[in-house]
């Protein structure tokens, strides 16, 4: 199947810096690119989506000056998590479509966000 | 995106079959039914996906009812590495439809 990576996998900053995580394609174009948060022993809760070339999208209760999303091309998008805080600390999941013949989203391997 | 309802947890013994149930009783004509499982501590992987139809793939078969009103994920020969959490989701078949995950069924294979 397609692959879609993560960097960086994992990530400790002090409260109140910014953090950024990019989600690449890596041997596909991706139109749409979906952000997900998942909370310890909760299942993942739709962030953001991210379009290129236009604004993200941002599901209700998500602020959307917090968590920044540039999607800027089509094998890139990037979340800035700015001026953390340790309530933010969590499992930062992207997934990338269309897929190459099903339709079927690719997930990234994750992002573990731990903010001190 | 239809709702679907999933026991929270199953069992089953390696070399077995695992059948997970699925309930979605509100999925609309055009809607697919979509199977991810995520090992711990990692992304979703893709499973497999039908409309009406059986599917069968190298990882999984899904059965889906006639009235598709419910399906059933197939793991015909469970292995350790089996284990994880199993969702099972229904949503439009367009790459711009995002997925909307329950609570899924925490599947343990033991040995």
């Known amino acids: 199947g397609a692959v879609v990576s993560q960097h960086p996998s994992r990530v400790i900053c002090k409260s109140g810096t910014s953090v950024k995580i990019e989600c690449r394609s890596l041997?596909?174009?991706?139109?749409?690119m979906f952000w997900y948060r998942q909370f310890p022993k909760q299942s993942l809760m739709l962030m953001a989506t991210?379009?290129?070339?236009?604004?993200?999208?941002?599901e209700q209760g998500v602020e959307k000056d917090k968590f920044l999303i540039n999607h800027a091309s089509l094998t890139l998008s990037t979340l800035t998590v700015t001026s953390a805080h340790p309530e933010d600390s969590s499992f930062y999941i992207c997934?990338?479509?269309?897929?190459?013949?099903?339709?079927?989203?690719?997930f990234g391997p994750g992002t573990r966000l731990t903010v001190l | 995106d239809a709702k679907t309802t999933q026991p929270t947890s199953m069992d089953c013994a390696e070399g077995r079959a695992a059948n997970l149930p699925c309930n979605h009783s509100?999925?609309?004509?055009?809607?697919?039914v979509y199977w991810y499982r995520q090992i711990h501590s990692q992304g979703p992987q893709y499973i497999i996906h039908?409309?009406?139809n059986n599917e069968t793939n190298e990882m999984a078969s899904l059965i889906i009812t006639e009235d598709r009103k419910s399906s059933t994920l197939i793991l015909p020969h469970a292995t350790l590495r089996d284990t994880a959490v199993y969702y099972c989701?229904?949503?439009?078949?367009?790459?711009?439809?995002?997925?909307?995950f329950g609570g899924g069924t925490r599947l343990m294979v033991k040995p």
């Open positions: 997934s990338a479509g269309p897929g190459l013949a099903n339709n079927e989203q690719f």
């Open positions: 989701i229904v949503r439009g078949h367009n790459a711009g439809n995002m997925l909307t």
């Open positions: 041997d596909f174009q991706a139109t749409t």
């Open positions: 991210s379009n290129e070339g236009s604004k993200a999208t941002y």
């Open positions: 039908g409309l009406k």
């Open positions: 509100t999925i609309s004509g055009n809607e697919y």
